[in-house]
């Protein structure tokens, strides 16, 4: 019996990068790409129309960013195991990754063999993981962010007064403070941009 070639959904909002992937995963025989997304928002629905095994899913994208995407379809049950590739190799970025459910987490700039293999991998059953991101996570610690910190940071990574963060995230004033500055300790930072900035750059955000 021929076996059944593995099923790969592209998640990416670079029309380019998509599309590459697509042409280069298309070169391996037991590979194929049945449907490509643009939009974070449009992989669950995918998922449950095409059925993949696999789904590749950026991190960044409009709608629903690659993190919450892989812990909705994870969730849903559907069969389909999910592999980060990204351009953003930061280890807080693979430390959500994995806790959210994905199989997998490399750099867009892997070697297309090496891909290929990793895809085969995830739809195997197995984790992988970029190695030397592997190393910067176990050396970067743990995020010692609480998820109301992370969404207050978000909230003053776009600029605006303590009040309209407070709108934003829904809570008071001193609560924010209360938040911020905490948040300004763990980060080493001196004030609430600073430590958006440094969140972010840490993939904690």
């Given amino acids: 019996?021929?076996?059944?070639?593995?099923?790969?959904?592209?998640?990416?909002?670079?029309d380019l990068v998509r599309g590459g992937l697509a042409a280069l995963l298309a070169l391996e025989g037991d590979l194929d790409v049945v449907v490509q997304v643009g939009r974070g928002d449009e992989v669950l629905d995918a998922v449950r129309e095409h059925r993949p095994d696999v789904a590749l899913i950026d991190i960044e994208m409009p709608g629903m960013d690659g993190i919450e995407v892989t812990r909705q379809?994870?969730?849903?049950?559907?069969?389909?195991?999910?592999?980060?590739?990204?351009?953003?190799g930061r280890p807080g970025y693979l430390r959500r990754a994995m806790d959210a459910g994905a199989s997998g987490f490399v750099v867009k700039d892997t070697p297309a063999e090496r891909l290929a293999q990793m895809?085969?991998?995830?739809?195997?059953?197995?984790?992988?993981?970029?190695?030397?991101?592997?190393a910067d996570s176990l050396a970067g610690g743990i995020d010692p962010l609480?998820?109301?910190?992370?969404?207050?940071?978000?909230?003053?990574?776009?600029?605006?007064?303590?009040?309209?963060?407070?709108?934003?995230?829904?809570?008071?004033?001193?609560?924010?403070?209360n938040h911020l500055s905490s948040a300004i300790g763990k980060t080493d930072t001196?004030?609430?941009?600073?430590?958006?900035?440094?969140?972010?750059?840490?993939?904690?955000?």
């Avoid at 019996?1 to 670079?14: E, F, G, S, V």
């Avoid at 895809?119 to 592997?134: F, N």
């Avoid at 969404?151 to 924010?176: C, Q």
């Fill in 1 to 14: 019996m021929t076996p059944k070639n593995i099923r790969i959904l592209l998640a990416d909002d670079q």
């Fill in 73 to 88: 379809v994870t969730s849903a049950l559907l069969g389909c195991r999910c592999l980060i590739v990204t351009t953003f």
């Fill in 119 to 134: 895809v085969r991998q995830v739809a195997a059953g197995q984790h992988v993981l970029d190695p030397q991101l592997a």
């Fill in 146 to 177: 609480t998820e109301r910190e992370r969404d207050v940071l978000r909230a003053a990574a776009a600029g605006g007064s303590i009040r309209a963060i407070a709108d934003a995230v829904h809570l008071s004033p001193g609560t924010v403070r």
């Fill in 190 to 205: 001196h004030n609430r941009y600073e430590a958006a900035r440094a969140a972010q750059a840490r993939g904690w955000l």
